[in-house]
Each structure stands twice: as structure tokens, then as C-alpha cells.
């Protein structure tokens, strides 16, 4: 089973709206991080945001927050007020304690903001 | 300022023939990790380096061999033995803690492309 799961391989939304990219996760181990990397076309990934699994709130930066459902097993990236600049591949991952210091990625949401 | 680099950002193989792909950081981190990206997939773990003098296999470990002689440089060798060898490369790193929070931190990317 893939522990990582993006179903939208591509999203549009219009500039100045809130745009929810979706994520699920499999695991069993009880103790586990969530991240959000962007990557633009130039390739680099850029970490955006991190949730851990006893982390009471959901995990906000700037524009960017995770809306943290752990029952579900989803943790879905939600980037307010979009900008043109946000056009790029978003990427999920997870990281398990028990799995070392590896991270599994999904296979990406590419994003595309339009005036 | 402190960050990854990795060079070349393209690199051309020909048939039989071994290449090496550099990464270096300067963050004082750890840990440090090779994946592999390919067209609409995401990132696939080579190999990865706790501390200096030691590295385990990722998961796509087959025709790829890795050193660890300084903290701050983990360089890939792609050998003729992987066929495939043809994707984006990325190079990552991070403090190295055992924690589900530990974030890893991406350099810009190596292309590699067979010719």
C-alpha cells in the first residue's frame, strides 16, 4: 500500500483564492511528521510546513497552513490569498520515528495560479 | 550563507561509462541524502548517510554507490551498472536527530542524461 497518497495531479485556482492540496498517509507507527515541500520549475524542493502526530493544533506559516486530521489519516496543505508565484509541484511527505531519519514522498499535486 | 550546493546542474553519460555527482553543505548537519526523481513521480530514496564514515541503502540503492569522508560532502556515483539511469538528482541534509520533527533540506539538483 502507498504510504503517501496525492490524488490531484494537477490543481488550478485563481489568484487572491485559498487552494486545498489533499494528502493521506498510511502508517502504523504512532509517532510520525508530516511535510509539505514545494518545487518549482527551477527543481529545487523547498520545505514548507511540518506537523507531528501529538501536535495539539494545526500547523500554520505565513500563508500556509495543514489541515490536520489524524483519525482520517489526512493532512491537506492549504495556501490562502494565492499568488502567481505559488504555481508550482507540491509534494507530501512523511517521515516515521521508526523508520529512521527517511522520508517518504508522494507523487505531487502540480499547482497552477491564474489571474 | 549557509545552504547545498551540487554540481553540475547537467551532467551527460555515455553508455558504460561511471559519473559522480557532487553534493556539499555547509549547515553542520549529519545527515545526508541522495534521491532520485523521475517524470511524474516523487522523490525515491538512494542512499543516505547518518554520520560521517557510514551510509545505508535506500530503497533504488541497485547501481549506485555513495562515500562519507567528510561531514560536509556526500558524493553519488551512478555506475554503468544502473541502466536507468537517466532523472532529476537530489541531494539533501539535515541535523540528524532522532525525531520525527528533523526537517531535510534540499540543494538545487543535478540532471543527469544518457547520451
Known amino acids: 500500500a502507498q504510504k503517501i497518497t496525492q490524488t490531484q495531479p494537477g490543481m488550478f485556482v485563481q489568484e487572491k483564492e485559498a487552494v486545498t492540496l489533499d494528502c493521506t498517509y498510511d502508517?502504523?507507527?504512532?509517532?510520525?511528521?508530516l511535510f509539505w515541500y514545494k518545487q518549482p520549475s527551477s527543481g529545487e524542493m523547498i520545505f514548507l510546513i511540518y506537523q507531528g502526530s501529538y501536535d495539539q493544533q494545526n500547523a500554520t506559516e505565513g500563508r500556509y497552513s495543514l489541515n490536520f486530521q489524524k483519525a482520517r489519516k489526512s493532512a491537506n496543505l492549504v495556501i490562502s490569498a494565492s499568488q502567481l508565484g505559488d504555481s508550482a509541484m507540491y509534494f507530501c511527505a512523511m517521515r516515521e520515528t521508526g523508520g529512521g531519519n527517511k522520508l517518504t514522498f508522494g507523487t505531487g499535486t502540480q499547482l497552477k495560479v491564474e489571474l | 550563507d549557509g545552504g547545498i550546493t551540487q554540481s553540475p546542474k547537467y551532467l551527460f553519460r555515455k553508455e558504460g561509462q561511471n559519473v559522480t555527482l557532487s553534493c556539499e553543505q555547509n549547515l553542520n548537519h549529519d545527515a545526508m541524502y541522495w534521491y532520485r526523481q523521475d517524470p511524474g513521480q516523487g522523490l525515491r530514496l538512494i542512499y543516505y548517510?547518518?554520520?560521517?564514515?557510514?551510509?545505508q541503502k535506500g530503497d533504488i540503492a541497485e547501481g549506485y554507490s555513495v562515500s562519507r569522508e567528510k561531514k560536509e560532502s556526500f558524493p553519488l556515483t551512478v555506475t554503468s551498472a544502473q541502466k536507468n539511469p537517466t532523472a532529476f538528482y537530489l541531494c539533501?541534509?539535515?541535523?540528524?536527530?532522532?525525531?520525527?520533527?528533523?526537517?531535510?533540506?534540499f540543494g538545487p539538483g543535478t540532471r543527469l542524461l544518457v547520451l
Open positions: 539533501a541534509s539535515s541535523r540528524g536527530r532522532p525525531s520525527s520533527r528533523e526537517t531535510q533540506y
Open positions: 502508517t502504523s507507527d504512532p509517532s510520525y511528521g
Open positions: 548517510s547518518q554520520i560521517v564514515n557510514d551510509f
